[in-house]
């Protein structure tokens, strides 16, 4: 049966080229055969997706590291007490103190001394002591932690081996298109070290709520790029990578009513913190001094007033006070930019602006619009 497919083949072929031949010497009969019989080649397209791939692992995967946390944990062994008893009337025993390590996220290198990027909900709980492991399994323990107090980041650094740590490469989150093909990397589950995961950017400035899985903690992000490359709890911190190998997003959250929707912080948020982080040695965040609630445009319309942020409370001596903001006002434009829910709420305008950048804001007041400059301050607390 073999033996016949195969003669059948060649003789197609065979045949295919003896009507090339007739339709050379026949002008009439070349309009009935094609210039060239096409074959499929789909297994040349699939490795060359798979070399992507690889290419791509090959050269991230050694600047990923696992993040891990060491926690105490308090044994009480009642039964080894020859004078047990369960109903306390009698002093029981204190037990000893075991400590307990459990790897919860991912990062990766972004300099050669020791500087990694991670979420910051992974590494959110200020009394723990953390760690991190290699791709190689070299383990290190973390010196310092700088948590950003506007994103969900944080950098962590440990003293590098002799000869460094191999930094990735951060590519442009900016000029990402939805359908480009991404690789994802990460501790799945935090079990799975240096897990790959393949697949596209499926949408750009998503806004979500997020929550750690880990312990209940909850975040409002904005400006996500969503992805169907599986992310799972543990990938926290892990980078989303192009074709090129470069780092175009931070994994930081995954739906759990739906399957393949996971999202990423761009990188570009990330590198305007490190250039911030850089000059200042902390994350240092723009600060207007006011609370607030959005007036969305079906409230202003039957308020008859307009859409912008309602100023529900001005922090005493910040900049907003400094500037004349009261209670009561309705900020409506950002240096002409308007506040509303579909042009971006008053906290994403501010973030375009650094400590100290004077700023106007159009307000409404008492039926009548004024402008007011404001001099950004820092936000309080900034580490």
């Known amino acids: 049966m073999v033996l016949f497919v195969l003669c059948l083949s060649l003789a197609s072929g065979a045949v295919g080229f003896r009507l090339r031949e007739l339709a ?3 002008p009439w009969l070349s309009r009935f055969v ?15 997706e798979e070399s992507v791939v690889i290419d791509v692992v090959k050269e991230v995967s050694p600047s990923v590291v696992s993040v891990g946390v060491v926690r105490e944990r308090r044994i009480i062994d009642f ?33 050669s001394d020791g500087m990694i990027v991670t ?12 760690y991190v492991v290699t791709n190689e399994g070299k383990k290190f323990e973390v010196k310092k932690i700088f948590r950003d107090p506007e994103n969900d980041l944080a950098i962590i650094q440990i003293d590098p081996p002799a000869g460094g740590l191999k930094p990735v490469k951060l590519g442009d989150s900016n000029s990402l298109q939805v359908g480009q093909f991404v690789v994802a990397i990460g501790n799945a589950l935090g079990e799975f070290q240096n897990t790959v995961t393949t697949g596209v950017v499926s949408g750009l400035g998503r806004a979500i ?14 400006s996500l790029i ?59 965040r723009p600060f207007l001094g006011v609370k607030y ?15 912008g ?50 700023i106007e804001l159009t307000i409404f007041r008492d039926k009548e619009e004024i402008k007011l400059t404001v001099s950004l301050g820092e936000t309080p607390g900034s580490p």
């Open 226 to 284: 969503q992805t169907d490359a599986a992310i799972n709890p543990g990938n926290s911190g892990g980078p989303l990578l192009n074709s090129a190998g470069e780092v175009i997003g931070v994994n930081v959250a995954t739906s759990q009513g739906a399957e393949n929707i996971g999202f990423a912080i761009p990188i570009n948020v990330v590198k305007d913190s490190l250039e911030n982080f850089n000059k200042t040695g902390k994350f240092s």
């Open 309 to 358: 942020a309602y100023v529900l409370e001005v922090v005493a001596g910040g900049p907003a006070e400094k500037a004349g903001i009261k209670e009561d006002d309705i900020i409506t434009k950002l240096n002409g930019e308007s506040v509303t829910e579909q042009d971006g709420r008053l906290a994403k305008l501010i973030r375009k602006y650094k400590v100290g950048d004077k």
């Open 119 to 130: 979420n910051k909900h992974v590494v959110r709980d200020i009394g723990a002591k953390f």
């Open 209 to 222: 709520t997020a929550g750690d899985p880990f312990g209940g903690f909850q975040e409002r992000l904005d």
């Open 293 to 307: 609630q959005q007036i969305t445009k079906r409230v202003a319309i039957l308020n008859e007033v307009p859409e």
């Open 34 to 48: 094609p210039e060239k019989i096409e074959t499929k080649t789909s297994n040349r397209e699939i490795f060359k």
């Open 24 to 26: 050379t010497s026949t």
């Open 79 to 111: 039964f080894s007490n020859p004078f047990f008893d369960p109903f306390g009337f009698f002093k029981q025993p204190q037990g000893k103190t075991e400590q307990e390590e459990a790897s919860i996220g991912t990062g990766f290198i972004i300099s």
